[in-house]
């Protein structure tokens, strides 16, 4: 076996800026992508709880297909499928001196209608893990569904679902290699794209897997300290600081 | 308007194939205390829950204030009221729970001043001061910024009876409130209750508490396989119990 220490320590530790400009994509598409899932799942789960036929049926539809669906696929498909269709062609877009690729317009997009499916699920998991006391209390105070929601029992899942929401993001900074499929160039595709012209295969992939690393280690420290803070370990005794974060 | 501020006429509610509720008539007049008895399973809760329409009724009607609860007369027929309108309803009548249900992710003061800043339009500082002056009422001054999780389930009982207060409802109802309690602490969720009682509050209590009834109540109402099999003044359905189910029932838990 032969491993090019010198090459690996100068890619890890003096990246270039084509690297790290991927690096930077990679953040920005997760978490774009992260909150975005989050405010169309949140969407999504009311419809699959709600009482009305449609949106119970256009909701559990679209979480069945997305769910069923890989994401490679999906990516491959809002991309390069709506435009050969003529559906939808992402355009470069141009704000303030910055400019938007299209490629990652799309790429983030799937990424979302991907999560949003998920966050559902777990949204759902967690409104239902409420106590239907909850309910039953907001409702006979006189409180219409959507105050009850928000004042009662979305502050009390939010707390549930902390935990796979961080599960989620975690798996979201993985996933976002996927998109290099249509060419945007994020850690992956640039790491692919100097491993043609150098063929240091083990070393390169090696650095790229410990940026993931990097990443997701960042991840679970602030999710540690998340769980600290709003008392995780302690279920059904909110700690007055979570409790009014949450609650406003 | 009608001189009863709950009014329920032959209601008849249904779980699937089994009928909890027979052609029920039950009245509660303003400032009344009303306790209903009967063994598990008469039905009793349902016909609480009914009053604010947790539970849906299948036939029959029932008014709060004089307007029907759930349901809207068109053409003489009953269709389903939208929610809004139920909720608007439910304002004026407060619930207390056999599990207190406080509001898990809020302190006591939120829980009791959140509905009145909410629903009522209640400027938040008045909404607190009301709270605190609640929590004088149920015996907790001191308790305004403690979290449920904290409280005692006397304590948690006495809050859920604030916090139903602090809407300032034209009823209160009562599900079984002293039932989940540890027996040292009844006593203090019922002499609440009393006080309450005594201050011409219109109640509706659904308990096993034979000497709540027969103390604080005007009226009680047996209850068995859902319907009322006897209703009248606690000394005289206590002492004199016309029908064989209240006697069992009575001997079952005064003995």
């Not at chain 2, 205390?33 to 604010?52: A, F």
């Not at chain 2, 809020?106 to 800043?117: C, E």
């Not at chain 2, 000497?211 to 396989?225: I, K, L, S, T």
Request: aromatic residues 8%.
């Amino acid at each position: 076996m032969h491993f090019d220490w010198p090459y690996f320590w100068a890619q890890l530790l003096t990246p270039s800026l084509a690297f790290l400009n991927g690096l930077g994509l990679t953040v920005v598409m997760a978490v774009s992508a992260q909150l975005l899932g989050f405010v169309f799942g949140l969407i999504l789960a009311l419809g699959r709880l709600s009482t009305n036929r449609v949106a119970r049926g256009a909701a559990g539809a679209y979480i069945w297909v997305v769910r069923g669906t890989p994401l490679l696929v999906q990516i491959v498909f809002i991309y390069n499928g709506l435009a050969a269709a003529g559906i939808l062609d992402f355009h470069d877009l141009h704000v303030l001196g910055v400019t938007f690729a299209g490629n990652l317009q799309a790429g983030i997009l799937a990424l979302a209608i991907n999560e949003a499916a998920y966050m559902a699920e777990i949204y759902r998991a967690g409104i239902s893990a409420v106590d239907r006391g909850q309910f039953e209390a907001a409702k006979a105070l006189g409180m219409p569904p959507s105050m009850m929601m928000r004042h009662v029992v979305l502050p009390q899942a939010f707390r549930i679902i902390l935990l796979p929401i961080g599960n989620q993001f975690n798996i979201m900074l993985k996933n976002t290699t996927l998109v290099s499929v249509i060419g945007v160039s994020e850690m992956l595709l640039v790491t692919e794209t100097i491993n043609s012209a150098t063929f240091r295969t083990f070393e390169l992939y090696s650095v790229v897997a410990i940026y993931f690393l990097l990443l997701t280690s960042l991840w679970n420290l602030f999710m540690a300290w998340v769980e600290r803070h709003f008392a995780l370990s302690r279920p059904n005794s909110a700690t007055p600081q979570a409790a009014l974060v949450l609650q406003e | 308007m009608s001189e009863f501020l709950v009014e329920a006429t032959e209601v008849e509610k249904w779980f699937g194939p089994i009928k909890v509720l027979d052609r029920v008539d039950f009245n509660v007049r303003r400032g009344e205390v009303v306790v209903l008895i009967g063994p598990s399973g008469s039905g009793k809760t349902t016909l609480l829950r009914c009053i604010n329409h947790l539970e849906h009724i299948q036939r029959g009607r029932i008014a709060v204030n004089g307007v029907l609860i759930g349901y809207r007369e068109r053409q003489g027929r009953l269709v389903p009221d939208a929610e809004r309108n139920i909720a608007r309803q439910r304002r004026d009548v407060g619930m207390v729970f056999q599990r207190f249900n406080l509001f898990n992710n809020m302190n006591v003061l939120s829980n009791i001043s959140l509905a009145p800043r909410l629903l009522r339009g209640t400027r938040p500082a008045e909404a607190e001061a009301e709270a605190r002056a609640l929590l004088d009422r149920v015996g907790l001054p001191d308790k305004a910024e403690a979290y449920p999780a904290e409280l005692s389930g006397g304590q948690q009982q006495r809050i859920a009876i604030a916090r139903a207060l602090a809407m300032q409802p034209a009823v209160l109802l009562f599900d079984e409130p002293t039932s989940a309690l540890d027996p040292e602490m009844v006593g203090e969720v019922l002499g609440v209750m009393r006080d309450l009682a005594r201050s011409g509050m219109t109640m509706v209590v659904v308990t096993h508490e034979m000497g709540f009834a027969r103390q604080v109540a005007d009226r009680v109402v047996v209850m068995a396989e859902g319907r009322i099999i006897e209703t009248g003044v606690p000394e005289a359905v206590f002492s004199a119990p016309e029908h064989p189910k209240t006697r069992a029932l009575l001997s079952a838990v005064l003995h």
